[in-house]
């Protein structure tokens, strides 16, 4: 038997542990150690990480402008079938799945944010923006961490342990 109790299983814990390890780590598709190094004036990485915010800058803002809409579209009719499927149908396997992917929305517009900001400026200041986005990505995690912590203390609490 496959048992869907989400919030009581290790392996759920360490997902979300690495989904938000990994989403801190690449801003807007460089990697941050490279920011790093590249803050500390390192001409290598400098120029590394200006190539890679270009190309993904422009890889994003394609994407939005050419199926913009419908990603909406799609991660409006995901989230809301998650929440309906959870909290109004009591399924904790859904409620598990909307407490990883629905902060990842709030990234996903801050990296659209970020990428905009980036191009409108000339690509000037990439590192100083790519910290600043990862600064806000990490506020975003602390609070959909806790929040997860917290629905998953609560969920574990009222399961009861003859319940079935």
Not at 2 to 30: E, M, P, Q
Not at 41 to 69: K, W
């Amino acid at each position: 038997m496959i048992d869907f109790r989400s919030f009581s299983n290790l392996w759920y814990w360490i997902a979300l542990a690495a989904l938000w390890s990994t989403a801190s780590h690449w801003v807007v598709g460089v990697p941050f150690d490279m920011v790093t190094r590249a803050r500390r004036g390192h001409e290598r990485s400098l120029h590394d990480m200006r190539v890679l915010a270009e190309v993904n800058v422009n890889r994003i803002l394609a994407m939005v402008e050419i199926s913009g809409t419908a990603m909406v579209a799609l991660a409006t009719f995901l989230a809301s079938g998650l929440a309906i499927l959870g909290w109004g149908y009591g399924i904790e396997f859904c409620q598990a799945v909307f407490l990883l992917l629905a902060p990842m929305v709030i990234v996903a517009l801050l990296n659209i944010r970020t990428a905009r900001l980036l191009r409108d400026s000339g690509f000037e200041d990439v590192a100083g923006r790519l910290r600043m986005h990862r600064l806000l990505v990490q506020i975003v995690g602390v609070i959909a961490i806790f929040m997860t912590a917290m629905w998953g203390m609560w969920t574990n609490l009222n399961y009861g342990a003859l319940r079935l």
